[in-house]
């Protein structure tokens, strides 16, 4: 079945849940953000939490509305990131025979090892650490800026400004060197984005686990230089990093690398991607923003809650436990759907409106809530601050010079190109 008729009749009278289900596992579907969020808000209003089963993926419950996603991540004892945190193919996932995940990230740990070692890093990413950025991430802005000023008025703004800039910052605080910033970008957009078939290794293996074992090939090389020679950077902080007096295990250590080199600018970079998109396509919250410069502290959550880049985390039951109609019994999973969410009617007044003065904007879950909590919340604030605050502040026109295309992933998504035409001052 086409994906065209499979949304037709999913949304059609005859709704089967489970069908419509597909939005949330098949990275195809992330691709049409319209039509997508139109499924969604469907269920939303008639199966707000909708046991989904497709063939070659363990069935999962998807989780719609804000107050259950809430819920949910306020029992994180009853609902575990272990053993795995996101949605995908049976067939993909590393068999515990063969050891499990290569790497251990925050995003899979629960209880005291999570906050043990979440407090390793906890200090660099809150406020006040990320204030002392501030000059740094403003200079890098500036350079996007002009870089796109040089391009002379026409440029693929996803993949000419959006990708770089993010991952020049969070790679700078890592403490990489300048000229491995380009590998880091495709080794990233391949792990996040390995189902779409213009930027994953499918051609290749069409596993996941290959790209895996290369990030933990270069982060071996750089925790073994960190600890024979330590520095300012956060990468020495995570390769030195203690808990009960025991150095972390090497794992642990990739694993911290790994979400921070990863995690920290895909989805930063698709939220300002689809964050001018989202503006060139409102001109009227353009304007609004171009006159009133000092808008943009809120706006900026009101385009992390229209883009809503990270789509789901999943969330395993380990005890009976009731969330509106359903009763989630041990070892159901839960796909906590925070796209879904941030439309979600009963929080967001007219919520497919872009409303750059909307009040309870940052009541988004786009960096989810609780325990996990997005640790990069405040840098990535500054970062889109910061870059719009600079480009707006010298933006004379902007215009798509053709249609958006969309990343088709199920984890991380945005535009993944997007031709504008602009004249900068
Ligand atoms: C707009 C940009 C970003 C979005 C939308 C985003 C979204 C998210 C979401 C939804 C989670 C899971 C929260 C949950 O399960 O409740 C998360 C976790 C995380 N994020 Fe972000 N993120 C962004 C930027 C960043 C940046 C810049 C970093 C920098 C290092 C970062 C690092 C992390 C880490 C380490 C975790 C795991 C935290 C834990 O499990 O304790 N993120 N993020």
Known sequence: MSRETAYRRAVSQTVVPSELGRIFADPSFYADPVGWHQSAAHLRRESPIAKVTLPGYEDFWAVTRHADIMEIERNPEIFTNAPYPTIGPIASRPSEAEGGSPVNTLIQMDGQEHKDHRNIVNEWFKPASIKRMNDRVGELATQFVDRMAAMGGECDFATDIAMHYPLQVILSILGLPEEDHLKMLKLTQELFGAEDPDIGRAGE?????????????????????????????????????????????DMDVMGFYLIVATAGHDTTSNSIAGGLLALIENPDQLQLLQSDPALIDRAADELIRYVSPVKHFLRHCQAPYTVRDVTFQPGDVALLSFASANRDEDV??????????????????????????????????????????????????????????????????????????????
């Not at 293996?205 to 330590?230: E, I, K, M, W």
């Not at 325990?371 to 902007?398: K, N, Q, T, Y």
């Open 205 to 249: 293996d069409g596993n996941v686990l290959q790209v895996l074992l290369d990030f933990v090939g270069y982060f071996t090389t750089l925790a073994a230089d960190r600890r024979s020679h330590p520095t300012e950077d956060l990468a020495s902080v995570i390769a030195n990093a203690v808990i009960d007096g025991d150095p972390i295990a």
């Open 348 to 425: 967001f007044e007219d919520p497919f409106r872009l409303d750059v003065r909307r009040a309870n904007a940052s009541s988004h879950l786009a960096f989810g809530f609780g325990r996990h909590f997005c640790l990069g919340a405040h840098l990535a604030r500054l970062e889109i601050r910061a870059f719009f605050g600079e480009l707006l502040g010298r933006l004379e026109h902007i215009e798509l010079a053709g249609p958006p295309t969309f990343v088709q992933s199920n984890l991380v998504s945005g535009p993944k190109t997007m031709p504008v035409r602009y004249r900068l001052r």
